[in-house]
């Protein structure tokens, strides 16, 4: 899995509302995010960043504080996005998986 750097300050910003959705304690979702951490690849913005406008002018009207996450999966050939922002669902630039999605195509 692949995310941008951005994704930290995401975290941070949305922990609450993740907690409330999951049902997770803080302690639970901190040795979460430990135990996937060495799954993920974090990729910087520099190694992207020609993909950000495109990605903006796509989601500018959607939630602009996704670009970073539409610019990545656009920057190389992948399978899609994993989210459960059912507003990533308006562009149709990359595929979008739901939680439920995976676990039936897993």
Same mark, same amino acid.
């Given at each position: 899995?692949?995310?941008?750097?951005?994704?930290?300050?995401?975290?941070?910003?949305?922990?609450?509302?993740?907690?409330?959705?999951?049902?997770?304690?803080?302690?639970?979702?901190?040795?979460?995010?430990?135990?996937?951490?060495?799954? =993920?690849?974090?990729?910087?913005?520099?190694?992207?960043?020609?993909?950000?406008? +495109?990605? *903006? !002018?796509?989601?500018?009207? @959607? %939630?602009?504080?996704?670009?970073?996450?539409?610019?990545?999966?656009?920057?190389?050939?992948?399978?899609? =996005?994993?989210?459960?922002?059912?507003?990533?669902?308006?562009?149709?630039?990359? +595929?979008? *998986? !739901?939680?439920?999605?995976? @676990? %039936?195509?897993?």
């Amino acid at each position: 899995m692949y995310l941008p750097d951005y994704v930290f300050s995401e975290l941070k910003r949305h922990k609450d509302e993740i907690i409330n959705r999951s049902g997770l304690s803080e302690d639970e979702l901190y040795i979460l995010l430990y135990t996937i951490m060495d799954r =993920i690849t974090i990729i910087s913005k520099e190694d992207f960043a020609e993909y950000i406008p +495109k990605a *903006w !002018k796509i989601m500018a009207e @959607i %939630d602009e504080n996704d670009t970073p996450f539409l610019a990545l999966a656009m920057s190389f050939e992948n399978d899609g =996005i994993w989210s459960e922002d059912d507003h990533f669902k308006e562009q149709n630039e990359v +595929k979008v *998986w !739901k939680t439920r999605d995976l @676990i %039936d195509v897993l």
